[in-house]
C-alpha cells in the first residue's frame, strides 16, 4: 500500500502502513534522527499508551452490551409489528382500490363519472374511515407514538363528512365535490399507508419519505376545501328539510337546526388544518 500524504502551508504529512504488525525501534534506517524530522508529541503513541487504549475500548464496549441487555425486550415486539404491517397494508389496499376505480372511470367516462362516485366507491371508503378509527386506539394504548389531538380531529373530521353529510343525504352524493373528496384523501393516504407499512418493518423507501412529508402541503388545503364545500352545499338541504335539527324542551322550546353544527363544523375544519401543520413542523 503507498503511503498518503497531505500538503498543508506548515508541513507535509504522510501516512504509512506498516507491512507487519510491531513496534519499531525507530523511524529511519539511521540511527541518528535527521534535522528536518520531528515527532508530533500530540499523537505520540507508545506499547504502554496503547495498551490502556485497547482496555479503555474494550471496557466501553462491555458497558455498552451491558446497559443494551439490562433493557428489558418486549416480548410483543413481533406482534405488534405484524399488527401494524397488516393495518397498514389492508389500509393500502382498500385506499388504492377506490383511486384505480375512480382514474380508470374518470378517463373512460370524463366528468360524467363525477355523479357516481359515491354510488362506486362509498362502500369501500365506509370501511376504509371505518377501520381508520383504529388509528386512535393504536394512540391510546402507545402502539404509536404520535400526537393524539390532530389524529382524533381528521379521522372523525372525515367520518363527518363521510357518514353525516354525504352518507344521510342523497341529494349530496351525486355532487362532483364528492369526487374531489375521495380522490384528495385516497392520494394522501396511498402514500402514507405505504411509508407506514414499511416503517413498521424498519425499512425506508427515500422516494416515499419525501412524499410522504411533502404531498400533504398542497393535498390539506385542497382536501379541507373540497370538505368546506361539500358542507356549505349541504347547509341548505338540512335547513330545508330539518334533518338531525333538535329541540331544547328544557330551555323555552327552542329548537336548533343542524345547519348549525354544520357551520361549527366549518371552523373546526380551519383548526384542523392550523393542527395538521402545526404538527407537522414541531
Given at each position: 500500500m503507498s503511503p498518503v500524504y497531505k500538503v498543508t502551508q506548515r508541513q507535509l504529512n504522510i501516512?504509512?502502513?506498516?507491512?507487519?504488525?510491531?513496534?519499531?525501534?525507530?523511524?529511519?534506517?539511521?540511527?541518528?534522527?535527521?534535522?528536518?524530522?520531528?515527532?508530533?508529541?500530540?499523537?505520540?503513541?507508545?506499547?504502554?499508551?496503547?495498551?490502556?487504549?485497547?482496555?479503555?475500548?474494550e471496557e466501553e464496549r462491555i458497558n455498552k452490551i451491558s446497559v443494551k441487555n439490562r433493557i428489558p425486550k418486549d416480548p410483543f415486539r413481533h406482534l405488534k409489528r405484524g399488527y401494524l404491517f397488516m393495518y397498514n397494508l389492508v389500509q393500502f389496499l382498500g385506499f388504492s382500490w377506490i383511486f384505480v376505480n375512480m382514474t380508470v372511470r374518470l378517463f373512460m367516462l370524463g366528468k360524467d363519472s363525477f355523479s357516481d362516485t359515491f354510488r362506486m366507491s362509498g362502500d369501500m371508503m365506509y370501511f376504509c374511515q371505518m377501520f381508520a378509527l383504529m388509528e386512535i386506539v393504536n394512540v391510546l394504548i402507545g402502539l404509536v407514538k404520535a400526537p393524539l389531538a390532530p389524529v382524533c380531529i381528521q379521522i372523525f373530521?372525515?367520518?363527518?363528512?363521510?357518514?353525516?353529510?354525504?352518507?344521510?343525504?342523497?341529494?349530496?352524493?351525486?355532487?362532483?365535490?364528492?369526487?374531489?373528496?375521495?380522490?384528495?384523501?385516497?392520494?394522501?393516504?396511498?402514500?402514507?399507508?405505504?411509508?407506514?407499512?414499511?416503517?413498521?418493518?424498519?425499512?425506508?423507501?427515500?422516494?416515499l419519505t419525501w412524499l410522504r412529508y411533502s404531498i400533504w402541503m398542497p393535498l390539506y388545503p385542497l382536501g379541507m376545501l373540497a370538505e368546506a364545500v361539500a358542507v356549505i352545499q349541504a347547509i341548505p338541504i338540512f335547513t330545508s328539510t330539518g334533518k338531525f335539527s333538535f329541540t331544547l324542551n328544557y330551555l323555552l322550546n327552542i329548537t336548533i337546526?343542524?345547519?348549525?353544527?354544520?357551520?361549527?363544523?366549518?371552523i373546526i375544519l380551519f383548526l384542523g388544518e392550523f393542527s395538521n401543520r402545526y404538527y407537522t413542523h414541531t
Open positions: 501516512t504509512v502502513k506498516k507491512e507487519e504488525s510491531h513496534w519499531w525501534e525507530r523511524l529511519t534506517k539511521q540511527e541518528k534522527r535527521p534535522l528536518f524530522l520531528a515527532p508530533d508529541f500530540d499523537r505520540w503513541l507508545d506499547e504502554s499508551d496503547a495498551e490502556l487504549e485497547l482496555k479503555a475500548k373530521g372525515r367520518n363527518f363528512i363521510l357518514f353525516v353529510v354525504l352518507g344521510n343525504v342523497e341529494e349530496m352524493q351525486s355532487k362532483a365535490v364528492v369526487f374531489f373528496i375521495f380522490y384528495i384523501w385516497t392520494t394522501v393516504e396511498i402514500i402514507r399507508y405505504p411509508y407506514y407499512l414499511l416503517s413498521s418493518i424498519n425499512i425506508e423507501w427515500k422516494i337546526p343542524f345547519s348549525i353544527i354544520l357551520q361549527l363544523h366549518l
